[in-house]
Structures are given as C-alpha cells and as structure tokens.
C-alpha cells in the first residue's frame, strides 16, 4: 500500500509517499481501508522535532516511527481477535497511528460508525478536533445554556467546530479569529466574531462565562479581565508567545491563581471515546454541525496541504483524499 511517512525531521518537504507493508491487525484492533484524512496541529507542528527535548520519546536524530496522521474516515477491512463492534464493509471513523495512507490499523475503542448521510471527508475532519472541542465545552467548561462563550483561536480546526458546538450546547457564542476567517465563520451563522487584527477583545468591556482558549498566548490574569465572577477559562492550545517555556509558565501561574480564586483556569487533553465520536456524528448528520472542511488534497499531496495548514490561510479542516 501507499503510505505518507517521514524519515527525517524538517519541514513539510519531509512528507513523501512511499509503498509500505499493509498493516496486519492485532488483538482488539481493526484494519480501515483509509477513505479521508484530516490535518490536525500535532501532525503538523512536531514534524521539526522540536522542543529537542521530545526527541527523547519520538527518536534523537530522525522519528523512530515514520509514520503520519491520526484522524481518518473508511470502511472496515479486517478485524482483529476479539473485535466485536465492527465487521468488514462498516463504514468507520476515529483516530489511528498512520492515517495519512491507504490503510491503518485502530484500536476499536477509538473508531465509531459514520451515521449513512455523513461523508467519509465529514467524517474525517471531526476526531480529533471535534473530540477536543466537545470535551473542552461540555466537561472542562462546564458550559450551560444561556451562558456566554468566547471561542479564541475560533478559525482552526478546533475553533472552527467550537463554535457551532458551543451553540449546539445552547451557548451565546463569541468568535476569536484572524481576518481571513471572519467572512467563513460569519457565514457559519457565529453570532458575533472578533477579528484579532481590529480590536483587543479585553478592551470591549464584554464578560464571558467560559472562554475556550486555543491560542494559548494569553496568561490566565490577563483572560481573567474577561470573566464573570465565577467565569472560567479552558486552555487547550499552545501558544507561540516565549515558546514552549513560556506557555508552561504561564500555565503554572495561571493554576496557581486558579486555585486561590473564584475564577477557574482548566487544562485539559481530550481523550478520543466512541461515545463521543458517535455524538459528533449524529450532530452531522441532524444538521447541527457542520464539518468545516476548507480545501481537499490527494493523499499524495500531503505536503502541500502540510504547508497550507502552517500558511493559516485556509483555517478549518484540511482533508486529505485517498
Ligand atoms: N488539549 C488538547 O487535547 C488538544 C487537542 C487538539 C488540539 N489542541 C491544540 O489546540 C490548538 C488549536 O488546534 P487546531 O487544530 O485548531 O489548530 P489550527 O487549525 O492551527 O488553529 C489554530 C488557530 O489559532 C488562531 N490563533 C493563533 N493565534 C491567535 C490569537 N492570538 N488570537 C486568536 N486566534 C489565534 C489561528 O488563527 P489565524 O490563522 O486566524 O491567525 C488558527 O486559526 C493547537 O495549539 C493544538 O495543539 C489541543
């Protein structure tokens, strides 16, 4: 099979499409023929193999594993010993290591059944965004209806599903974003959006419930400024203000006065589970979500659509064709 792996630390030039040997499923896993991928930032990001110090886990001077992707969309071809969800023919999509290839292999507890009106693209685009924007609103955030939600970082991938999420919950909700995403997330039917580049949104006076945080360049005191007495914020992204040095610093501080105040500070990592997968799927496929998808490549092309993701330009959902 056809598979994108890198072999050596760098830009998205280190992408390319090599045969590999098929993926054999093991115990508890399934073999998804790949019909769509997803770009997601830790696909992008980490290909330079920095902070050094990850090198460590993923292999000092070139990736031990040269493999690439996690988010994919496709029809089951095998399963392996003790599979008991799924059988060859069921549509299929969830996170996998290698998705950007035409077949991996994923443990059956991070696959869910794509409902028949979703399409494999849909699909692909919401594991691992669409997880992490679920799971930041509804458990971290604790958001309720009627309250008011500020999304920051509101044009990516993440932001992009937030948005409509928040909304989904009964949010009144608040976009953060860019200039080349305002016009696309005003059209998503976003009540009100906030270009970055025009206005500070601490200057506007406007207080919010929840703040969902996917920039990351903000400590907790200054986002505080934008809370209501017991409001709170949820940092899921990593910011590029001091690195990574810097964006941990803030962090610690920013629990420290978390801990000693009415206003709560969250981290959190999403955790792919079927049940929420399925969730993410049906609001597709009522009409209350709509996958973000902002431009298509073939597999083949992964590496354009790697440096169309770190351009920014496109926001949303990168999907991958296979
Ligand atoms: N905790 C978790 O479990 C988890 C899971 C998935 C992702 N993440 C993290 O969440 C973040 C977002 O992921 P993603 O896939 O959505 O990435 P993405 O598609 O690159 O989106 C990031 C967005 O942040 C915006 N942004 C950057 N600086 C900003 C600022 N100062 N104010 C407002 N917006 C700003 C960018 O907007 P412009 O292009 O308009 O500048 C971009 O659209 C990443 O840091 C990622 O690592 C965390």
New binding site residues.
Partial sequence: MKAIVRRAYGGPDVLRLEEAPAPVPGPGEVLVRVRAAS????D??FLPGRPLLFRLFTGLTRPKDPRSGADLAGEVEAVGAGVTRFAPGDRVFGVARGAFAEAACAAEGKLAAIPDTVSFEQAATLP??G??AL??LRDAGQLRAGQKVLV?????????LAVQIARALGGEVTA??????VARLRAAGTERVID?SAADFLAAGERYDLIFD?????GFAALSRALTAEGRVV???????GGLAGWAWRLAIGMLRSALGRRKLA?????IRPADLALLAAMVEAGTLTPPVTRRYPLAEAAEATRA?LG??A???IVLTV
């Fill in positions: 770009l997601n930032a830790m992008v990001h691992v965004a997880v992490t799971q930041g920051v970082g509101a044009g990516g991938g993440v932001g992009s953060v974003c860019g200039p080349a995403h970055y996917l920039a990351g360049d903000r940092a899921a992204g990593i910011g590029a203000v981290f959190f990592v999403a955790a993701f920014g330009e926001g949303g959902k």
